[in-house]
């Protein structure tokens, strides 16, 4: 159980395009899911919260008008890289917990594949 | 702020033996949790072991057992019987045991290497 889908695992793409990247609870209802961030032989930095049918919780730091999260249901959350840059190539990791349709729980992160984005 | 510190960068061992990963970190609460995620070359994030703060017992997972010392602020992970799969990159995490903050805090993280 507790599996998180991501899509799709690699994209590239000329800069100045937008990149949606989807995470998914397969098996579980996620009312939170998190965005991660991290760079080659770096550890994992947290971008946002998502909550499903409210706004993101961003950390500092983070533009918000360059990463749009949207959580429109209980199994998804989409990251929209907006107008996309070199400097925005990354590895973006998704998580969500099994709370039981609740909205906070100690329940531990599963994570997704990731992402590996790449703009020229 | 609280922060994850993981001092050995690389580490290896010989397939069957035993290594250890070292973990600290610096918080003023008195209640949270440690975990250490581990993520081979798929780059997936895989728990591999969990401990409350509040337990006085060390957590263990089949061949995986912590060595929890909350006055010190330690967390090492053991790895017992090691095997070429073990071989990743393993992260020690913080998060706090509170409602509305799920933030995970993560180490910079240990390279294992298995050597056959």
């Known amino acids: 159980g507790a599996v998180v889908s991501q899509h799709p695992s690699w994209v590239i793409c000329k800069s100045g395009t937008s990149v949606k990247i989807e995470c998914r609870s397969l098996?579980?209802?996620?009312?939170?899911m998190f965005w991660y961030r991290q760079f080659p032989k770096q550890s994992l930095m947290l971008m946002a919260t998502s909550n499903e049918g409210s706004k993101a919780t961003y950390e500092q730091g983070v533009e918000k008008d360059k990463f749009l999260i949207n959580h429109a249901s209980l199994t998804l959350s989409t990251l929209t890289v907006t107008s996309a840059h070199p400097e925005d190539s990354s590895f973006y990791i998704c998580s969500a917990r099994d709370a039981g349709g609740a909205r906070f729980s100690n329940q531990p992160q599963h994570f997704g594949d990731g992402t590996r984005l790449s703009i020229l | 702020a609280q922060t994850v510190t993981q001092s050995q960068p690389e580490m290896s061992v010989q397939e069957a033996e035993t290594v250890t990963l070292s973990c600290t970190y610096d918080?003023?609460?008195?209640?949270?949790?440690l975990f250490w995620y581990k993520q081979p070359p798929s780059r997936q994030m895989i728990l591999v072991i969990r401990?409350?703060?509040?337990?006085?017992q060390n957590a263990t997972e089949n061949r995986f057992s912590v060595n929890f010392q909350k006055a010190a602020k330690s967390f090492s992970l053991k790895i017992s019987d090691s095997q070429l799969g073990d071989a990743a990159m393993y992260f020690c995490?913080?998060?706090?045991?509170?409602?509305?903050?799920?933030?995970?805090?993560f180490g910079t993280g240990t390279r294992l290497t298995i050597i056959p």
């Open positions: 098996d579980f209802q996620a009312t939170t």
């Open positions: 918080t003023s609460e008195s209640d949270y949790y």
């Open positions: 401990q409350e703060a509040y337990k006085q």
């Open positions: 995490a913080y998060r706090i045991m509170n409602f509305g903050n799920e933030k995970l805090t």
